[in-house]
């Protein structure tokens, strides 16, 4: 099996979001980043299912140079080979994000051969536009399934069986053809720590860099026109103005008691609200 | 000229799902900004019945694909028919629910359109350039976006806008049958076999009451405390990312963004900080109690009641006071 899987670099946000000052983006001069949670899984199943079946593995992502640690955690972990498609900052939107990493596709596999699957994340954690992968697929003619939790072969590694949560609870399965793409979620496996020679060996790795600028849809007023992105006809779009916090509902909490002392006063409560009767 | 706003109602069993009906209350406010009427598009056996029951949510002409091929979800099948849909009527914009299908489904219409999608919107201001707010980190940020497009691809964000069945004329819709043609790729992916849930006992989604435990719980043997109390109330046991990471809870037991949206009675928050991918998944509960060491910690601001202190005591007592002052069993 050969495997593409497809990752954003995301802050790692916590207890409140800051945003900059003109609203564009979150303040991240004190946070980390990280691969989006449905991707980390997406990246550890590839890794299984090249440990088990054999074949290769890569990574892609479409972002800032610094999207380079991102990368390196991703074969740290066990991934062969990355691709980079460098961003010159700001956002890009979905549509143009899809045509370029569906046109890097066309030209990866021309050079190296196909992908027998390729991984994308349900939906990115910091945007949540829930399109890229559908987009991609779309774009290259293979059949697409998303929120999936289960991945398993036909016996004869022509198919695919994919399974997702049915709407009321339970399972549902599909299978699919290979080539075939999936979007998959968090809980699809548990994914492993790097190991310290995972780090050394990621740190001397290779990583293919392609130089993209601004985005084509002229987001920030820097568009490339778009004709370059192979858009294709495709209209971009959405464009961002800028970010807001949702407004505050809940005032500070009502302590109750310190420690087990407080458990009459707890139990109290319960009985208040109804959720314990005597 | 733009003939209608499209709303697609996902049904199951003759019922319009929830999450659709908010969406069709907020198409319906487009489609009045713009003075056209409301239209839906409905798949599936049970699609006739679902949409004799939109009237009252101010649909007049409801498009119905029976075909039992769309019975079961078929992301792109479905994609297919509401591009046929709107092939008949041209439609401003086509408003889906921000479920998991519904995002999907829009995300093929958009892919074959040609056209931009956003999803999970909770304001939208039609005009020249069309202005929308929506959700990004699930709700903990908002995006205000400009959308430019021939025609307006929208998911809602769950639980963003209310249900509003109070149309004036509450006559159910025109009901116009169409048969979309399907390309064979069109039904390549479908379902091929289905489980029910396994699990007894209340489910973490529909309990009335949920015990969550974060890392403070300490160690997977440390949510026997939690179930105990969870048992006592009738509830149900969660948790946060770092538990289910640590292996000490299965994933189907994580609350937030990655996880499961809840909105019990009660929401018991054990040793949980508070981080903003948590909060989303818990802050449709009616109250939240805090236990935790840390009086700063931030799930203060959002927890409508605390108890200072280390769980692993707390929690006991407040198990033992229940049993306590339950009358003697016979
Ligand atoms: C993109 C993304 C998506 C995410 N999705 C989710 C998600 O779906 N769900 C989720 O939960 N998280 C999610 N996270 C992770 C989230 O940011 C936090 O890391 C996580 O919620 C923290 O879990 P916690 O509160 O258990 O641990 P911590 O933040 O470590 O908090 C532990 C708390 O326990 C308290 N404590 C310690 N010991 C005791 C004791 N003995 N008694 C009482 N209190 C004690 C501490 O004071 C502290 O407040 C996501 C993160 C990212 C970046
Ligand atoms: N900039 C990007 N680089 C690589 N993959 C991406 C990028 N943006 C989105 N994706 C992939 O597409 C999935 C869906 O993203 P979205 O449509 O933005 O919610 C993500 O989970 C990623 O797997």
């Known amino acids: ?155 004869d590694r022509h198919t695919v069986l994919a399974k997702r949560e049915a709407p009321g609870g339970g399972w549902e399965t599909y299978e699919l053809p290979l080539p075939a793409v999936l979007g998959v979620k968090e809980g699809l496996n548990l994914p492993r720590y790097p ?50 916090l949702p407004a505050e509902e809940r005032t500070a909490a009502d302590v109750i008691g310190q420690g087990p002392e407080a458990a009459p006063a707890v139990v109290d409560l319960l009985e208040r609200i109804g959720v314990v009767h005597r | 000229m733009s003939g209608s706003v499209l709303a697609f109602v996902e049904q199951s069993g003759g019922e319009p799902d929830r999450l659709s009906l908010e969406a069709l ?26 949409a004799g029951r939109l009237g009252p949510h101010g649909v007049g002409l409801a498009h119905v694909a029976a075909d039992a091929r769309f019975d079961d979800f078929a992301p792109a099948a479905w994609g297919a028919a509401i591009r046929a849909a709107m092939e008949r009527r041209s439609p401003a914009a086509v408003v889906a629910a921000g479920s998991d299908r519904g995002n999907e489904v829009l995300a093929h219409v958009a892919a074959h359109a040609g056209l931009p999608m956003a999803a999970n919107i909770v304001e939208v201001t039609p005009g020249d350039s069309w202005r929308l707010v929506r959700q990004r980190w699930a709700g903990s940020l908002l995006e205000d976006a400009a959308l430019d497009a021939p025609v307006r691809l929208l998911t809602v964000a769950p ?65 026997e405390q939690l179930e105990a109390l969870a048992g006592l109330l009738g509830g149900a046991v969660g948790g946060s990312r770092v538990v289910t990471s640590l292996g000490w809870r299965p994933h189907s037991d994580q609350i937030g963004q990655t996880g499961l949206r809840i909105a019990p009675d009660l929401y018991i928050a054990c040793g949980i900080s508070g981080a903003i991918q948590h909060i989303v998944g818990c802050k449709a509960a009616k109250r939240i109690l805090a236990i935790n060491t840390d009086p700063d910690s931030p799930i203060m601001a959002v927890a409508d009641y605390a108890v200072i202190g280390d769980l692993s005591a707390i929690v006991p007592a407040i198990s033992a006071e229940i049993e306590r002052r339950r009358p003697p069993s016979h």
């Open chain 1, 1 to 155: 099996m050969n495997i593409l899987v497809c990752v954003k670099r995301v802050p790692q946000t916590g207890g409140r979001i800051v945003l900059t000052a003109d609203g564009q983006a979150i303040d991240t001069r004190f946070l980390g980043h990280t691969i989006s949670p449905h991707e980390e899984c997406g990246v550890e199943e590839a890794v299984r299912i090249v440990e088990k079946e054999g074949g290769s593995s890569a990574v892609l992502t479409l972002g800032p140079p610094e999207a380079e640690e991102q990368l390196r955690d991703a074969m740290a972990i066990g991934i062969e080979r990355a691709i980079l498609l460098e961003t010159a900052g700001g956002e890009w939107d979905p549509v143009s994000t899809a045509a370029t990493i569906a046109e890097t596709i066309e030209a990866q596999e021309a050079a190296n051969g196909p992908f027998d699957l390729i991984f994308f994340g349900n939906e990115a954690a910091d945007t949540g536009d829930y399109q890229v992968g559908v987009r991609v697929a779309v774009a290259l003619g293979r059949p697409v399934i998303n929120g999936i939790k289960d991945i398993r072969f036909g016996d």
């Open chain 1, 195 to 244: 190991s310290v020679p995972g780090r050394l060996r990621a740190k001397r790795r290779e990583i293919e860099r392609v130089a993209l600028g601004a985005s084509p849809s002229g987001a920030l007023g820097l568009g490339a026109g778009e004709d370059s992105a192979g858009l294709d006809g495709a209209v971009p779009g959405p464009t961002k103005l800028r970010l807001r």
């Open chain 2, 25 to 50: 209350s907020l198409a319906r406010g487009v489609a009045k900004a713009l003075g056209v009427p409301l239209d839906a598009v409905l798949l599936g056996s049970g699609g006739e019945a679902a």
């Open chain 2, 159 to 223: 639980h963003a806008v209310a249900v509003d069945p109070s149309a004036a004329s509450a006559a159910a819709p025109t009901i116009t049958r169409f048969e979309p043609d399907l390309e064979p790729a069109d039904l390549v992916v479908r379902v091929i076999s289905r489980e029910a849930r396994t699990t007894s006992g209340v489910s973490l989604s529909d309990a009335k009451v949920v015990v969550g435990g974060g890392r403070g719980v300490g160690s997977a043997a440390g949510f």
